[in-house]
DNA sequence: GTATCATTGTGAATGATTTCACAAGCGATG
DNA sequence: CATCGCTTGTGAAATCATTCACAATGATAC
């Protein structure tokens, strides 16, 4: 299959959603054009990101609605739910282990950890927050697919090789800071800093 | 001047983090290729990037450590702190404001707004909870340039309607929703679940 | 059943970004 | 002061991503 990049992987989620709102909306089909409209791109764009997966349109109508639900589903690997394991249950893992959404969406927050005995133990919405000792044999027990890195930069490398030890192959990295995972992992950043500092550049520059 | 791509400015953010390391280290100078290493990326791509903006290093010798930090901080727009108001006070709003790191980078939060009437009033480390009415006017007052949108997707679009209307400018939103600002005001967008499902395509499609 | 309209799917063209490759510059060495 | 080793700055080339443009096709109206 032909590479395919991360930003048409972004747009992919983002048509998802579009999708989700016409369904609600009770709509049978959804154009290109209106795909594009919502996610403030080009219907030519939409048509390229859709054709790298098959044909899922009719020419003069459309998509339907809940075919391309269940295709884009399907692409993304959203048919079954994703075991999540939120490392750091500071004031951000505390936020990101109740948000509700996630589990609406497949992914099943399964553990929380934290180093500080203050907060073992703590139980938050079903879910008991475990000792750092805990991480290694817990990932590997329940099959974590994803761990969510919110722990402090210095304490983030540590606990991202321990989890690829213990078989996670997917990370989502709160700390700021550049993390090394093997080949075969994937790790997405999510860098509040680094966005500040874009709107800083923005706003230094005019930009808009 | 030249067009300057939303990539190339995060990895002048990067580099920010990387020389701000190298001068803690007491490292005089940094090269191209050094850079390059620390941020997974080429020593050409940093040597364009930097090249946008003028030549700041010395053949055969690399950067000076302290020149290019205070050249990317003038380029960044990082030489005098910017205001910053973070609207929604659940526990994500919560989570951003007490983030100490964004201060010492020239991030001040100046306010913190909620629409619950529990959450008015309580102070948060020398910010008091501010209510939903109130924004407009300190938004104005307080000179606010960017405006953190902490808030359920269903509310997001109409904070950023008011505070664009009160001047804000640059906006960093949280809300898994697609917003509209006019021309002349940068939104970012911070989607955790856009970027789960990116982890469950790779993991669905065993890309690592 | 033919004409009409809307919309897809996709090669070709364009534009943007990254990588290559190398001349030129700087400091150190003898 | 000539040479050497290292590293920058930058056009040219290569790669990657987006947009254009249009033939092909399904639905609808008459």
Chains 1, 2 share one sequence.
Do not use: C
């Amino acid at each position: 299959m032909k590479k395919i990049s991360e930003s048409a992987v972004r747009r992919l989620s983002l048509y998802l959603r579009f999708l989700q709102e016409a369904e609600a909306a009770g709509n049978e089909t959804i154009s290109s054009g209106e795909l594009a409209r919502r996610g403030g791109t080009t219907s030519a764009q939409v048509r390229k990101d859709l054709s790298l997966f098959g044909s899922f349109g009719k020419r003069g109508m459309g998509y339907s609605v809940p075919e391309l639900l269940r295709e884009i589903r399907q692409i993304l690997g959203l048919t079954r739910p994703w075991n999540v394991a939120v490392i750091g249950a500071g004031r951000l893992g505390s936020a990101l282990s109740s948000f509700r959404d996630f589990e609406a969406r497949g992914f099943h927050i399964s553990a929380v950890f934290d180093s500080d005995p203050a907060k073992i133990g703590q139980s938050w919405g079903g879910l008991t927050v475990q000792p750092d000792e805990a991480l290694d044999a817990t990932l590997r027990e329940r099959r974590v697919d994803i761990a969510i890195v919110a722990v402090p930069a210095d304490a983030a490398q540590g606990v991202v090789d321990r989890a690829v030890a213990a078989g996670v192959r997917s990370l989502l990295n709160f700390a700021p800071v550049r993390l090394r995972v093997p080949r075969g992992v994937t790790l997405r950043n999510v860098d509040v800093t680094l966005e500040l500092e874009g709107l800083s550049f923005a706003l230094a520059n005019g930009k808009g």
